[in-house]
């Protein structure tokens, strides 16, 4: 079975800090996606990464940052956090090929920003 | 412009019941469609996806989804609907003919079953 893990489950962080949020997958899959959910907008894709050290920006990547320097770890990086980034966050993964487009997720990680 | 459409924010249906959850889209080109399901504290499951030939697709759970060209819709359904069936439900659509693989979802439906 695919496993997507990300680092913590729930995180309260300070305004201004700088958040690191963590996620591995260990099926070799190429591509990998940060999303953020809440509630009544649905899923919104925030950056996903195709190869390493490839990014391309989502809808809502403004706030954000990425990192991808392994294959199976994908870094999302809150630069200066902000009350209006209180969210839960997602991370997925989909291989390339005949499947590319069935994306597993994470447990996904609530934040708080204080 | 790609869009889904969730209508319905919540569905309540009695146990052994059937159910609809309905899901719209709107694409330039032909659809890849998508369910995916989130049960309370935890990840989103993949349930089933439409790519191409019987519009009927089987998919986890005893779920199934029609997809109609015509109405522009892929409803997910269920004969007969558990109370661990009570879950978020998203729909999802990738344009095929557009230039990237990225997902649109809709908003999600609460699908609440009553014993």
């Known amino acids: 079975d695919v496993k997507v893990t990300q680092s913590s489950r729930y995180l309260v962080k300070r305004t201004g800090e700088k958040v690191f949020l963590e996620c591995v997958q260990d099926m070799d899959h190429e591509n990998m996606f940060w999303y953020r959910q809440d509630p009544g907008l649905g899923l919104r894709l925030i950056y996903f990464?195709?190869?390493?050290?490839?990014?391309e920006k989502g809808d809502i990547p403004e706030g954000y940052s990425v990192s991808r320097e392994k294959k199976e770890r994908f870094s999302l990086i809150l630069e200066s956090a902000s009350t209006n980034q209180t969210s839960m966050y997602l991370c997925?993964?989909?291989?390339?090929?005949?499947?590319?487009?069935?994306?597993?997720f994470g447990p996904g990680t609530r934040l708080t920003v204080l | 412009a790609q869009s889904v459409a969730q209508p319905e924010d919540q569905v309540n249906v009695a146990e052994g019941n059937p159910l609809t959850v309905k899901c719209t889209y709107s694409?330039?080109?032909?659809?890849?469609l998508f369910w995916y399901v989130q049960y309370p504290n935890r990840g989103l499951q993949f349930l089933l996806k439409?790519?191409?030939?019987d519009n009927l697709v089987k998919g986890s759970y005893g779920f199934e989804a029609e997809f109609n060209k015509s109405q522009t819709s892929f409803h997910l359904k269920k004969p007969s609907a558990l109370v661990s069936d009570s879950a978020l439900y998203f729909c999802a659509v990738r344009d095929i003919g557009g230039s990237n693989y990225q997902l649109i979802w809709g908003a999600g439906t609460k699908l609440i079953i009553k014993p």
């Open positions: 997925a993964s989909s291989p390339n090929g005949g499947d590319t487009d069935t994306q597993y």
């Open positions: 694409v330039s080109g032909n659809p890849y």
């Open positions: 439409y790519i191409t030939g």
């Open positions: 990464s195709y190869d390493v050290k490839m990014k």
